[in-house]
Structures are given as C-alpha cells and as structure tokens.
C-alpha cells in the first residue's frame, strides 16, 4: 500500500479526534448536544480502526458498532423515558 493512502487514513484519525477535543464546549448545550458528540466518538473508532487496520472486518465491525451507538442515543433523546435507556 501507497505510503500516500496511509497518510490520508492517519489524518482523517487526526482531525476527528481534534474534533472531538474542541467541539465539545460548543455543541454539549445544544438540544442534540450528545447525538453530535455521540456522532463525533463514533468518527474517532472507524477513523481508528480504518486507519491502524489492514482487515477490512475490523472495519465492517467498528462501522455497525458506531451505527448502533448513535441510534441508541438518538432513541434517547427522542423517547425521554426509561425504557428507551
């Protein structure tokens, strides 16, 4: 694999991850506040396992396990009830 392909999968890691440490402040107060950071964290895992994984299940996994993560926490915030936690 092209050392240039590597470079495009480590700064797509790096730049979620400065989104994740600078947005924060911003977007906690929000109505959606935690949907977006839930959004963001799940960037941060495929952006991770995409960029430090060759096998390409890694990456299939870290996809459906972030996918689940932000319909979960979109679950919450539309049905403020208990069952929905």
Same mark, same amino acid.
Do not use: C
């Given at each position: 694999?092209?050392?240039?392909?590597?470079?495009?999968?480590? +700064?797509? %890691? %790096? =730049?979620?991850?400065? +989104?994740? $440490?600078? %947005?924060?402040? $911003? *977007?906690?107060?929000?109505?959606?506040? =935690?949907?977006?950071?839930? *959004? =963001?964290?799940?960037?941060?895992?495929?952006? &991770?396992?995409?960029?430090?994984?060759?096998?390409?299940? +890694? $990456? @299939?996994?870290?996809?459906? %396990?972030?996918?689940?993560?932000?319909? &979960?926490? &979109?679950?919450?915030?539309?049905?403020?009830?208990?069952?929905? @936690?």
């Amino acid at each position: 694999m092209p050392a240039r392909e590597y470079r495009w999968r480590h +700064l797509a %890691l %790096l =730049i979620s991850i400065l +989104l994740l $440490f600078l %947005l924060p402040p $911003f *977007v906690v107060h929000l109505h959606d506040g =935690i949907l977006v950071m839930n *959004v =963001i964290s799940a960037a941060v895992l495929v952006a &991770g396992s995409y960029a430090l994984s060759e096998r390409k299940h +890694l $990456f @299939a996994i870290a996809v459906v %396990l972030s996918a689940i993560t932000i319909v &979960g926490t &979109g679950m919450l915030l539309a049905f403020r009830q208990r069952w929905a @936690a």
